[in-house]
């Protein structure tokens, strides 16, 4: 089992920065080897991909957030993180972790990011 924990969201203006910070526990052999992942949800949105990075780090992101979020991990601290720049206010959404391994999908609880002047 891999239990994920989001933190870092909040309220923001326009042009401004969030990092999003996810931590991994758990199956700790399994969670190396995860494609890590942020997915965010807007009211009355479906659920999108915002981006992914594989265990060996190959990232990828949608194109509505290219060029001003960064995905990264740490593998040591079993941590992943996404460096939200720029801000606009169609960001807005809670954003949620995700670990996917073997055909099965971990999430975390997901945490509120308001972008709002």
């Known amino acids: 089992q891999v239990q994920l924990v989001e933190s870092g969201g909040g309220l923001v203006q326009p042009g401004g920065s969030l990092r999003l910070s996810c931590a991994a526990s758990?199956?700790?052999?399994?969670?190396?080897?995860?494609?890590m992942g942020w997915y965010r949800q807007a009211p009355e949105k479906e659920r999108e991909l915002v981006a992914t990075i594989t265990s060996g780090g190959t990232t990828n992101y949608a194109d509505s957030v290219k060029g001003r979020f960064t995905i990264s991990r740490d593998n040591a601290k079993n941590t992943e993180y996404l460096q939200m720049n720029s801000l606009k206010p169609e960001d807005t959404a809670v954003y949620y972790c995700?670990?996917?391994?073997?055909?099965?999908?971990?999430w975390g609880q997901g945490t509120q990011v308001t972008v709002s002047s």
């Open positions: 995700n670990g996917y391994i073997d055909g099965r999908h971990y």
């Open positions: 758990g199956s700790i052999f399994s969670i190396k080897l995860m494609t």
